[in-house]
């Protein structure tokens, strides 16, 4: 069951672009999060791992402050690793993934990352289409 909840998406959208903005405006780099994790190197791994860490930390936290069950996903581990590995092969065929494109590209009126993000959406669509009403 899902509900509408402008005002939590309005909160996480705002949250999600300062987070973005402080990257780009403190570090100079693109809050891609596909980027992030795949450019880990010895020499430059400290932002990185600290980024990806406190994500990983207000999710988590989130979940610790909202009073509601954790998700459980009802597909099978198979599918949801076969989904992860298209989702991976296609954030490098597209040169970035939501984040990037989505968040940061349009935000900069990137029409490459315009492009980018009308051919996720379409795929989403065309994916969920397909798997809910033909399989």
């Given at each position: 069951?899902?509900?509408?909840?402008?005002?939590?998406?309005?909160?996480?959208?705002?949250?999600?672009?300062?987070?973005?903005?402080l990257l780009l405006w403190g570090n100079g780099r693109v809050a891609g999060?596909?980027?992030?994790?795949?450019g880990i190197r010895p020499d430059d791994a400290l932002w990185r791992v600290?980024?990806?860490?406190?994500?990983?930390?207000?999710?988590?936290?989130?979940?610790?402050?909202?009073?509601?069950?954790?998700?459980?996903?009802?597909?099978?581990?198979?599918?949801?690793?076969?989904?992860?590995?298209?989702?991976?092969?296609?954030?490098?065929?597209?040169?970035?993934?939501?984040?990037?494109?989505?968040?940061?590209?349009?935000?900069?009126?990137?029409?490459?990352?315009?492009?980018?993000?009308?051919?996720?959406?379409?795929?989403?669509?065309?994916?969920?289409?397909?798997v809910r009403h033909l399989v």
């Amino acid at each position: 069951m899902t509900s509408f909840t402008p005002l939590s998406g309005l909160l996480g959208g705002m949250l999600i672009g300062l987070a973005a903005a402080l990257l780009l405006w403190g570090n100079g780099r693109v809050a891609g999060i596909s980027g992030i994790l795949g450019g880990i190197r010895p020499d430059d791994a400290l932002w990185r791992v600290a980024f990806l860490l406190a994500m990983s930390a207000g999710g988590m936290t989130m979940l610790g402050l909202l009073d509601k069950p954790v998700p459980v996903p009802d597909s099978s581990p198979l599918l949801l690793i076969s989904a992860g590995l298209l989702v991976g092969f296609g954030t490098r065929l597209g040169n970035g993934c939501t984040s990037g494109h989505g968040v940061c590209g349009l935000a900069r009126f990137s029409v490459r990352s315009l492009v980018a993000v009308m051919v996720f959406m379409a795929t989403a669509m065309w994916t969920v289409f397909v798997v809910r009403h033909l399989v």
